[in-house]
């Protein structure tokens, strides 16, 4: 690796990389946090249909958490923004627009990465509700506890404290799988690396970047993770 012409990317000068390949990583985050924010609605809701919904919820939690894991991400991606585009045109073409209208890569990025990890975080959730001991939800019954009530002070923190490894296992991939939102058009880091290695014809240099902003993202992002499980097991005793 040539070493000036590394440190020449990373550099904020005016002909460095480093606030391209800085707007990139702050992409990366935003779609991600995004994908995993609706996952998380998605998995709370799909989570209740397997557990304590009737029939027809937990047959439609099934095939949804059955398809899109059998579904390759980035079909998915296309799939929402090629399906939300054809939407947005048809409707302009309803109140009188000409021509093909795009529809926002971020959000069908955004979307399409929700959905997706919302099948893996319906599964994460309902073995978390599964690990609570039913003594425990017994013995809030017997203290007088309304359904409200319980859910707030034992369901809904016990649940959480053991759906958090799992969370992080899931914001990992959705992390990774921010990179393929690039083929809507969004450039996050990835793209830029892309965009930066045709410029200047130094690839291993702008990949190897990325591979380690990849790298201080997750371990920060872990590391939230980690603390955010010991809080919630604070009291629990470890055999």
Known sequence: MNSPAFFDIISFGPDGWGHALAAGAWMTVLIALAGFAIGIFIGI??????????????????????????????????????????????????????????????????????????????????GAFRAVHPGELEAATACGMGRVLKFRRITAPLTLRHAIPGLGNVWQVVLKESALVSVTGVVELLRQAQIGAGSTSLPFDFYFIAAMIYLAISTVSGAFLNASERWFSRGVRRD
């Open 45 to 126: 809701f799909g989570a209740w249909a397997k557990i304590s919904g009737g029939p027809v919820p937990r047959a439609i939690a099934e095939a949804y958490t059955t398809i899109l894991r059998g579904i390759p991400d980035l079909l998915v991606i296309y799939l929402f923004y090629f399906g939300g585009s054809a939407v947005v045109t048809a409707v302009g073409q309803f109140f009188g627009a000409e021509g093909f209208v795009s529809f926002p890569g971020f959000v069908a990025g955004a979307l399409a990465v929700g959905v997706t990890s919302g099948a893996q975080q319906t599964e994460v959730f309902r």
